[in-house]
C-alpha cells in the first residue's frame, strides 16, 4: 500500500508543479526535494543516531537492572490483551512500555529511539520477517493514537502566538488521543482478521538466487491499466515541456483558465507573511520569559516545566541507580546498548530521504493549497473548518510541515481563536503516521505493511474529528 500513496503522491507533486511553473526557478521543487534529502540525513539521522545510542543504552541498564520487568508486571493485564502474540516477559513490552511513557510526556526524542527498539524485538518474534505481524500493526496504530497526557509543543505555539489560556487544550487533548487510541486499537484487531490483510508466507529464495541477481530479475510484463499510464504520464510531460519552453503568457493563461493562479500566489504570500510574524512573536516571547522570573509564572506552567525537565532524570536515576545496587558492570552494559543505535539510524536514513523529499515536491507545488480551495464546499458542508484542511493532510505525513502550517493558522488575524485552538488540539492529537511507518518499519527490512497503515490512518481520522468536536464544544 505504502508504494503505491507514495509514488501517486509523487506523480502528483511533479504535474502539479509542473503546470503551475514550479519545477524551475525559486522554491522549485526539485531544489526543496535536494534540501529535505539532505534535511533527513543532516538534521534528522545524524542527531538521531545519537539519541538512539543514548536511550539504548539507558534502555539496556533497565532491563538488566529488573526496572523492566517490574513496570512489565504492572502493565500486563493490558498487554496481553493488546499483544497476545508476544511472549509474557519478551524484551518488547518493556521497550513498548517505554514508547508509551515517552509519548504521553510528551518526550518525543525519546519516543522514536524506544519505538525502534520495540520494532526490533517485535521482529525477532516475526514468524513472516517481510511482513508486519499483528503486534507491530497494533504498536503502530497505538503510536499514531498516541495518547497524551500534556501537549507541551502546542502550548508552546499558543503562548508564542500570543494566545491567552493555551493550557485550556490540555484536557480536549487529552480526550481526543484517549478517542484516537481506542479507535486505533478496534481498528487494528479488525483488519487484522480481514483476508485481504491476512499474513502471508515469505516468498522463497530460489536456489542460487543472490539480492544482486533478484534485482537484476527481469520484470514484469506491463497491463494494458499500466501502459494507459505511461501514456498518459508521457502526455502530461510533453504539456509541461511546452508551457516551460513556451512564452509565460501561455502558463498563466492556463493558470487563470483552472482558475488556480491567484489561489496559490495568495497561498504563498500568507505562508511567508506568517512565518515571519511568528518570528517576530518567537523573539518577543523569549525575551519576555527571561525577564519573568520563575516564581512569577502560574502554578500550572511550574508544574509542567518542572515535570517535563524532571521526567528524562528520574528515569536515568533509577537505571543507573537500580543496576549498580544489584551489581550490573553500568558503563559497560550501556555501552553495549549503546552499539545498536547507530546501526539502526543508518538503515532508517533511505526511507527518511524518501518520505521527505516526497513530502517536500508535494509542500512545493502547491497541492495542499489546490486541495483546500477545491474541498472548501464540501468541508463547510459537515462542518469542518477549512482552514484546518492543510494541517490534517500535512499531520500523518510531516511534523515539522505540520508545525509550519500551525504557525501560519495561529498568526493569521482574520481566523477565530475557536479555529486557531482546534488547530492546536488536532496537532497535538495526533501523529506522523506514514513518517512513523516507513522509519519504524523500515528499521527492521518489513515491505509488507498488512493493515498497519489503514489502522493508523483510522486513528488520525478519529483524532482529528474529536480535535474538531472538541473545539467547538470546549472554545
Not at 502530461?236 to 515541456?241: D, K
Not at 489561489?263 to 520569559?289: D, G, I, P, Y
Amino acid at each position: 500500500m505504502l508504494n503505491y500513496i507514495w509514488s501517486w503522491l509523487f506523480i502528483i507533486g511533479l504535474l502539479v508543479a509542473g503546470f503551475v511553473g514550479r519545477i524551475s526557478g525559486d522554491g522549485n521543487v526539485t531544489a526543496a526535494a535536494f534540501a529535505d534529502a539532505k534535511k533527513a540525513v543532516m538534521d534528522i539521522a545524524l542527531p538521531l543516531a545519537g539519541m538512539m545510542m543514548f536511550w539504548m543504552g539507558a534502555l539496556r541498564l533497565l532491563e538488566k537492572a529488573g526496572v523492566l520487568e517490574i513496570v512489565v508486571k504492572l502493565m500486563s493485564p493490558v498487554l496481553r490483551r493488546l499483544f497476545p502474540d508476544v511472549p509474557d516477559g519478551h524484551p518488547a513490552l518493556g521497550a513498548i512500555v517505554m514508547n508509551w511513557c515517552a509519548n504521553m510526556l510528551g518526550l518525543g526524542n525519546a519516543a522514536t529511539p524506544l519505538g525502534l527498539k520495540a520494532m526490533g524485538h517485535l521482529q525477532e518474534i516475526n514468524p513472516h520477517k517481510a511482513s508486519a505481524s499483528n503486534a507491530m500493526a497494533t504498536f503502530l496504530a497505538l503510536n499514531t493514537g498516541a495518547f497524551t497526557l500534556v501537549p507541551m509543543t502546542a502550548i508552546i505555539y499558543l503562548n508564542t502566538a500570543g494566545l491567552k489560556e493555551a493550557p485550556r487544550v490540555i484536557m480536549p487533548t487529552i480526550l481526543a488521543t484517549l478517542c484516537a487510541t481506542i479507535a486505533a486499537v478496534v481498528a487494528s484487531k479488525a483488519f487484522q482478521g480481514l483476508r485481504v490483510f491476512a499474513a502471508r508466507t515469505d516468498e522463497p529464495e530460489r536456489p542460487g538466487e543472490s539480492d544482486a541477481s533478484a534485482a537484476t530479475a527481469r520484470p514484469h510484463a506491463m497491463s494494458t491499466s499500466a501502459k494507459a499510464l505511461l501514456i498518459f504520464l508521457a502526455a502530461a510531460f510533453a504539456g509541461i515541456a511546452a508551457l516551460e519552453f513556451g512564452p509565460q503568457r501561455w502558463r498563466e493563461g492556463a493558470r487563470d483558465a483552472a482558475g488556480i493562479g491567484a489561489v496559490l500566489k495568495q497561498a504563498e504570500t500568507r505562508a511567508k507573511e506568517s512565518r515571519a510574524k511568528f518570528e517576530e512573536l518567537e523573539q518577543a516571547a523569549k525575551q519576555k520569559a527571561a525577564a519573568v522570573s520563575k516564581d512569577d509564572l502560574p502554578a500550572w506552567r511550574r508544574a509542567m516545566d518542572g515535570g517535563s525537565s524532571l521526567a528524562i532524570p528520574a528515569i536515568l536515576l533509577v537505571a543507573v541507580g537500580v543496576a549498580l545496587a544489584r551489581g550490573v558492570k553500568v558503563y559497560e552494559e550501556f555501552v553495549e546498548g549503546a552499539k545498536e543505535g547507530f546501526g539502526v539510524a543508518t538503515r532508517i536514513m533511505p526511507f527518511l530521504v524518501a518520505m521527505l523529499s516526497m513530502l517536500a515536491v508535494l509542500r512545493a507545488s502547491g497541492v495542499f493549497a489546490l486541495l483546500e480551495h477545491v474541498t472548501s464546499p464540501l468541508l463547510s458542508l459537515v462542518g469542518f473548518p477549512v482552514e484546518l484542511l492543510s494541517l490534517a493532510l500535512m499531520r500523518p505525513l510531516s511534523g515539522s510541515g505540520a508545525s509550519g502550517i500551525l504557525m501560519e493558522i495561529l498568526t493569521r488575524p482574520e481566523l477565530s481563536s475557536q479555529v486557531k485552538f482546534t488547530a492546536a488540539i488536532m496537532y497535538g492529537s495526533t501523529e506522523t503516521t506514514f513518517y512513523v511507518a516507513a522509519v519504524y518499519f523500515g528499521a527492521v527490512g518489513i515491505r509488507k505493511l498488512r493493515h498497519a497503515l489503514l489502522a493508523g490512518l483510522t486513528a488520525d481520522f478519529v483524532g482529528m474529528t474529536a480535535a474538531v468536536v472538541f473545539g467547538k464544544l470546549l472554545f
